[in-house]
């Protein structure tokens, strides 16, 4: 896949609904230029919150101007600080009028990156590795000189789904994605959590998820 065929997938897969585009951004590469240096990270874990009719988004109240990025058009970056310790990286997805975004919760560093094998595990110890925080809120991943990008990558064989982790408000809702080989996936569901593979969805306790192919 040449880099204009890469992007114009990201293009077409940040424009869908949240849950899709969350799905589909798992194998996909964060590209970090800090001080001279490229780091890469393959992301493997993401939760998608939908905007104005979801309870744990933070436009669900309306739009401010923290969130403002969110508006944008997809592959915007909103970058906010939690519990006066972490920052967490989201992506805007769908459209203006929605308002979805995805965030990021795992990536693993690409070979030759220097980055320690679990550093990226979980969004704040992501941001902390790859030193992202609020100033790269409302930069968008397509810029030819942005800090961070965003390429296409492989899907993994397999992407498992779960509850959102974190939150109380719509806590049930399963939009939260990840590749389930990864030792750098944040938390491993409990038992009575859905797996999903290609187009097929069961609820299962303590299972694990099948191993065949497919798109959501």
């Known amino acids: 896949m040449g880099a204009k065929d890469g992007r ?7 424009a869908l609904p949240a849950a899709k585009a969350a799905r589909g951004l798992i194998g996909c590469t ?3 230029r800090l001080r ?6 393959r992301i493997v874990e993401a939760e998608a919150y939908l905007g104005g009719r979801d309870p744990a988004a933070h436009v669900y109240r309306g739009r401010t101007r923290r969130t403002a990025p969110l508006f944008g058009p997809p592959g915007t970056l909103y970058v906010y600080f939690v519990y006066g310790m972490h920052h967490c990286l989201n992506v805007a997805v769908d459209g203006p009028d929605t308002a979805g975004c995805v ?3 795992a990536a693993e560093p690409l070979r030759g990156s220097g980055l320690l094998p679990l550093s990226l595990r979980g969004p704040g110890r992501l941001c902390r590795a790859l030193e992202i925080d609020a100033r790269l809120s409302g930069r ?9 990008q965003l390429r296409a990558g492989p899907p993994p064989p397999r ?4 509850r959102r982790i974190g939150i109380r408000k719509a806590a049930a809702r399963l939009l939260r994605f990840y590749d389930p080989t990864s030792t750098a996936v944040s938390a491993r569901p409990p038992a009575g959590i859905s797996f999903r593979s290609g ?5 299962t306790r303590g ?9 959501p």
């Open 207 to 215: 299972a694990r998820p099948t191993a065949k192919r497919g798109s």
């Open 159 to 162: 992407v498992a789904v779960s």
């Open 36 to 41: 001279g240096r490229t780091l890469g990270a």
């Open 8 to 14: 114009a997938r990201l293009r077409a897969l940040l």
């Open 140 to 148: 968008h991943v397509f810029e030819a000189d942005a800090p961070l």
């Open 30 to 32: 964060l590209v970090r």
């Open 199 to 203: 187009r097929r969805a069961a609820r």
């Open 103 to 105: 965030l990021i919760r």
